[in-house]
Structure formats: structure tokens, C-alpha cells
């Protein structure tokens, strides 16, 4: 069974200040990792998706990388801002489930 | 707007009663997905649906029932509901890749707002 792990579970960091969010997978037979953002009671929105045969994506401010073989993923965030603040989440796609972690607790101080 | 829509956002009900979710999507998504979200357990995946008339169990699917009559719907029916199934609920879609496409990973899943129950 697909078990996800992200640490640390809650982080609270200064303005500016770049940060790395770390996922790990027990199983390396997967199609893509998904790194997603989910705001206090609202539903999750995708950030970044790295296919199984990528090493990794960017979009903005956002880096994820991918070692399939050793199971970790992580998300580099540069220069937080406090709008950064909020819950990110890893889940992988192993076929027509997605695996999630129990998230990071991301607080950007201003 | 286009999207994935979920009602009611809140309900509060009783044990024992049926409760149903409901989920819409405008997409035509193929795939759509119904997760619970507790603390101390994260996200997990109840019931999931291929195309209309077909439905799979995911990791936790006892105590519920799915139907899918229509592409654009997918509701939750907890038949007898019980308090711990207090939970935040997901619903979720995706469309249909070909098997080529598929290989690649290329899709990814759009969630609704979600439901926040209270069984009491």
C-alpha cells in the first residue's frame, strides 16, 4: 500500500525567506506527483505536476523536483510571502488514486 | 462559470439518517472522485467513477453509496449516517486520456469547494 509522509508537518517563517517542503513515497510505481495548495476551508488547487519521467517543474516562485527512485519529492518556495501562508499537500498517482500526505502547515510572517 | 460545484457546503444531520452529497461538474470530465479529509488521516479516497454507470471503491468505502446516471454528476449517498463520518468531503474530476497520454501522467484533478458534515 502507497503510503505519502511530508515533513515538516507546520512551519512558520519570515517574509522573504526561501523554504523547501518535503514529500516521500514508499512506492516508486507511479505516473505523476501532484503538489497542491489548500487554503482554510476551501478545496485544493494543483500547483505543480511532475510526470513520472521528469526530474522537475517550476512555475513562478514554485520548484518541484522528483527522485522516482529514492521516493521524495520536494517544493522549493523562493522569496515566501505571507499570501504563501497556507496548507500544501503531495499526493502521487499511482493509476486512478491519488495518495496524499497529511501536508505542511506553511505561516509567512510579514 | 465553468467548474465543479458541491451542495450543500454545510450540513448537519443525525445518526442514522441518509444524507446525500452532490457534486457537478461542466467539464465532461470523464473521471470524478469523491474523497473525506479528517485530521490525523489527511485525504482519502471513498468512491470513484470512470464514466457514467461506472463506479469503483477506493480506500474507504464502507457506509456509502455512488451512483453516476449522468456525466456531469456524481453524488454521495451516506445510507445510514454515523458520527465518524463527520468529515470535510471532496468531490473531484478529471478527464479522459489515452493510454499513451496516460503513461505520460499529464492529467491532473480538479476539486470542488467541498462539503463540511456534521453527523451528530
Known amino acids: 500500500k502507497q503510503e505519502v509522509t511530508q515533513i515538516p508537518a507546520a512551519l512558520s517563517v519570515p517574509e522573504g525567506e526561501n523554504l523547501v517542503l518535503n514529500c516521500s513515497f514508499t512506492d516508486s510505481a507511479i505516473y505523476n506527483l501532484q503538489w497542491f495548495r489548500q487554503d482554510p476551508g476551501k478545496g485544493l488547487t494543483s500547483l505543480l505536476l511532475?510526470?513520472?519521467?521528469?526530474r522537475e517543474q517550476t512555475s513562478g516562485r514554485l520548484n518541484a523536483s522528483l527522485d522516482k527512485s529514492s521516493g521524495r519529492s520536494t517544493l522549493y518556495i523562493a522569496a515566501s510571502q505571507p499570501g504563501d501562508s497556507a496548507t500544501y499537500l503531495c499526493a502521487v498517482d499511482a493509476g486512478n488514486m491519488l495518495t496524499f500526505g497529511g501536508g505542511t502547515r506553511l505561516m509567512v510572517k510579514p | 462559470d465553468a467548474g465543479i460545484t458541491q451542495s450543500p457546503r454545510y450540513k448537519i444531520t443525525e445518526t442514522g439518517r441518509q444524507v446525500t452529497l452532490m457534486c457537478h461538474q461542466t467539464w465532461s470530465h470523464s473521471y470524478m472522485f469523491w474523497y473525506r479529509q479528517d485530521l490525523g488521516h489527511g485525504l482519502r479516497l471513498i468512491y470513484y467513477?470512470?464514466?457514467?454507470?461506472?463506479?469503483d471503491k477506493g480506500e474507504v468505502p464502507d457506509g456509502y453509496v455512488v451512483s453516476r446516471s449522468k456525466t456531469e454528476n456524481f453524488p454521495l449517498t451516506l445510507e445510514s449516517a454515523t458520527r465518524s463520518q463527520t468529515s470535510v468531503y471532496f468531490c473531484?474530476?478529471?478527464?479522459?486520456?489515452?493510454?499513451?497520454?496516460?503513461?505520460?501522467?499529464?492529467?491532473?484533478?480538479?476539486f470542488g469547494p467541498g462539503t463540511r458534515l456534521t453527523v451528530l
Open positions: 511532475i510526470q513520472s519521467s521528469q
Open positions: 467513477s470512470a464514466a457514467a454507470d461506472i463506479t
Open positions: 473531484a474530476s478529471r478527464r479522459f486520456l489515452t493510454s499513451g497520454r496516460r503513461e505520460k501522467g499529464t492529467d491532473t484533478q480538479y
